[in-house]
């Protein structure tokens, strides 16, 4: 009897009587009571534990399990703690420091009242802001009905008090009672007090000069409002600024001064003499009388320090206030909230920013986390590695060099707590195997194109440069045997023409490895592979130049061009090179070249280009003079092959002089190699065609701290980061 069809199967499964039999006892049996739910949740959650390790034991990777590369490592709570600094406002300062500061100072331009929140303020506080707030509108309304008594005003008061927060830990508020201009206090919140050229000039002169507190509250006060200068914050009408910059000059001189004598000014009031000051000297000073006075001044700066490397966008005045903000790093340690907010933002500057403004931004970033303690290397180690993950995701010719400084500043900060970074490098370094396992048993698209993404190809490099900087002291046997089966795994996954970039840069990190940690690795199969994906013929089309650190896979019309060939070739001299120079002086180096050179040989043989065959040639030269350098002085010892220490202690006084011929060679390759990269770089003139999309992409994450339409009121001033 044959089998039933299709729509016959699905017929008898509705309608047999067998089939309604069996789900009506189905029925009945799912009618009795079942469990409570809490049970239930814990029988399955016991199945999917039980299915998920099962699953693991047997290499499968959970599909819900994959994460991205920057989000196994989240925010610790050293960072997560709320910010409690004070606000923003300018500090208390008394009339007569302005009169001090400058004799010829137009009283008639004064500050004004700085907008408190009613929320924050005690139920008395409330109360007197409102009788303020009446009397200020009597007065308006009175002014506007009687002119003679506005003259009368004029004449008799010419001072008027600027009511201002003094700090936000305290709730009280000083005000003067001396009177009330009317037309002046309508327009003191926007005007403020007129800082001139000269008036800059002469309170600098007598700060330096005086050592007065008054006199250094005006100038802090001063600097604030010149780190705000022409910020869209400034123009807000919540934001009242006792101080008016008059121009650019003036803005240039405040700021100039006060990033200079500001760090020797506060030591001078604390009595700190010795430039290596320590933590816990100024965690000690917190309770005395000179903290005290100075600690409203010291908090102001560097909040105004951190407005203005938030806020700023030419390069030369953020280079210069992050050399001068080193120099104070150390005042950080007494305000949690703002050392929070200072390495957020040197860590952006780090990672965004060029050259010299990068590397100060990455000492200080050093110096923070070897003086905060483990909570600070914490915190500064998860920002750099996820600012670095976010970096990676292009690799243009012209970021090469800026993502190798990432890299080895990383590095660096990793290096001052290793034991703390082999953590997170094992479980960064389990993320990438589960990623590996993951494409290799399931071959899906999005576990391919994570392996074959800079972000994964920069972690993997991220973590050689870690375990071969620190390979010597420090036991990393796990570490280098998991990174080497990882890199393995990506050169087997890739083993296409297409993919000669990526299993170049496989063959250079193991060699790599093994250079640094004494460990044989063979790497001399997979250079060889790269030959035999090298055409019969000879292409006619020279093909465009293509720069390979750029690019993990080449374009198909590249594939059969000069070029191409000229590459492959080259990359493997080079990279076979660099593994034979490591065992050139090793009693086993004529059995190490045996099996390249005759397959040198073969290809030797087969090619038609004269210009490969005569590098070839020459290859094989260099290398049979090495064979034969080595099988003499093997013939001259007297040790057995079984004694471990004559065997490695073979050619070390060669090695040392570098008598061996093959040195001198590799030493001319090398040469070769990087006067080959420069020439390529310099006939590559759009190697920056990508950088839109790199800048795309960070004006997509930044895109909530952009301006809600509105134009920025000076050119200077850039998107506001992140804090």
Not at 56 to 73: H, K, Q, T
Not at 537 to 554: D, I, R, T, V, Y
Request: hydrophobic share 35%; net charge positive; charged share 25%.
């Amino acid at each position: 009897m044959g089998k039933l069809g299709k729509k016959a199967r699905k017929f008898a499964k509705k309608n047999l009587q067998t089939v309604l039999k069996r789900k009506r006892k189905l029925k009945s049996m799912f009618k009795k009571k079942a469990p409570s739910k809490q049970i239930n949740d814990g029988v399955e959650n016991q199945k999917d534990d039980a299915s998920k390790l099962h699953s693991r034991m047997n290499g499968e990777a959970d599909a819900n399990d994959f994460v991205s590369l920057d989000a196994i490592f989240s925010e610790d709570e050293y960072d997560m703690l709320e910010n409690d600094s004070d606000s923003d406002g300018y500090i208390s300062e008394e009339l007569s420091s302005f009169n001090t500061a400058e004799n010829g100072i137009d009283n008639n331009s004064e500050g004004g009242t700085d907008m408190i929140s009613p929320n924050h303020l005690s139920d008395q506080n409330k109360e007197i802001l409102s009788e303020l707030t009446k009397k200020t509108k009597q007065l308006n309304r009175l002014k506007e009905k009687d002119p003679g008594f506005l003259k009368f005003l004029e004449t008799n008061n010419k001072a008027v008090t600027p009511f201002r927060d003094e700090d936000a830990s305290s709730d009280e508020e000083t005000i003067n009672d001396d009177g009330l201009n009317g037309e002046e206090q309508s327009n003191s919140s926007n005007k403020g007090f007129l800082l001139s050229s000269s008036v800059v000039d002469s309170l600098c002169d007598q700060v330096k000069n005086k050592h007065d507190l008054s006199l250094l509250t005006s100038l802090i006060n001063g600097y604030r409002a010149a780190c705000h200068y022409g910020s869209e914050a400034a123009s807000n009408a919540d934001t009242v600024r006792c101080y008016n910059i008059g121009n650019s000059e003036t803005f240039s001189k405040i700021l100039i001064f006060t990033l200079g004598e500001a760090d020797n000014l506060f030591r001078e009031h604390l009595g700190l003499t010795n430039s290596r000051v320590k933590k816990e000297t100024i965690l000690e000073m917190k309770n005395t009388q000179k903290w005290k006075a100075v600690k409203p001044l010291i908090k102001s700066y560097l909040r105004s320090c951190l407005f203005l490397l938030n806020d700023a966008s030419e390069t030369e005045i953020l280079r210069f206030a992050l050399a001068r903000i080193r120099a104070s790093t150390i005042f950080f340690a007494a305000f949690p909230s703002l050392q929070r907010r200072l390495i957020k933002i040197a860590v952006h500057l780090w990672a965004t920013g060029e050259g010299t403004l990068s590397s100060l931004s990455f000492l200080i970033i050093r110096d923070l986390s070897s003086m905060l303690g483990s909570n600070g290397f914490d915190s500064c180690w998860i920002k750099m590695y996820k600012a670095f993950i976010a970096n990676s995701k292009f690799a243009e010719p012209i970021l090469h060099k800026h993502m190798q400084f990432l890299r080895d500043s990383f590095v660096e900060l990793c290096s001052l707590d290793v034991h703390r970074t082999t953590t997170r490098a094992k479980a960064s370094i389990q993320q990438l195997t589960k990623i590996l396992h993951q494409g290799l048993r399931t071959k899906k698209q999005e576990a391919v194109k994570m392996m074959c993404s800079w972000q994964y190809i920069n972690c993997i490099d991220l973590w050689v440069k870690f375990i071969a900087a620190n390979f010597q002291d420090y036991d990393f046997q796990t570490l280098l045997y998991n990174i080497i089966q990882i890199i393995n795994g990506v050169a087997a996954l890739f083993p296409g023409p297409r993919y000669l970039p990526l299993r170049i840069k496989c063959i250079q990190w193991l060699n790599h490895l093994s250079s640094s940690s004494g460990t044989f690795i063979p790497v001399a199969s997979t250079v060889l592979d790269i030959l035999e994906h090298i055409p019969g013929k000879e292409g006619k089309n020279p093909g465009a130049h293509f720069n390979h650190l750029s690019a993990l896979q080449l374009p198909k019309n590249w594939l059969k061009s000069r070029n191409f060939m000229e590459e492959c070739v080259l990359s493997s001299i080079e990279l076979l090179s660099a593994h034979f120079a490591q065992w050139s002086y090793g009693i086993s180096f004529p059995e190490l070249a045996t099996i390249p050179l005759t397959q040198l040989k073969k290809f030797h043989a087969t090619t038609t280009t004269e210009n490969l065959k005569r590098l070839v040639k020459r290859f094989i030269d260099q290398v049979e003079q090495n064979i034969d350098f080595v099988q003499k002085k093997r013939n001259e010892v007297s040790f057995s092959p079984k004694d471990q220490q004559a065997v490695e202690s073979f050619l070390q006084l060669e090695k040392c002089n570098s008598n061996a011929p093959f040195t001198q060679y590799y030493k001319s390759v090398l040469e070769k190699a990087a006067s080959r990269h420069m020439s390529l770089d310099k006939k590559l003139p759009g190697a920056n065609k990508n950088k839109k999309k790199r800048q795309q992409l960070e004006n997509n994450n930044q895109i909530e701290s952009a301006t809600n339409g509105k134009v920025q009121p000076e050119k200077k001033r850039a998107k506001k980061r992140k804090t």
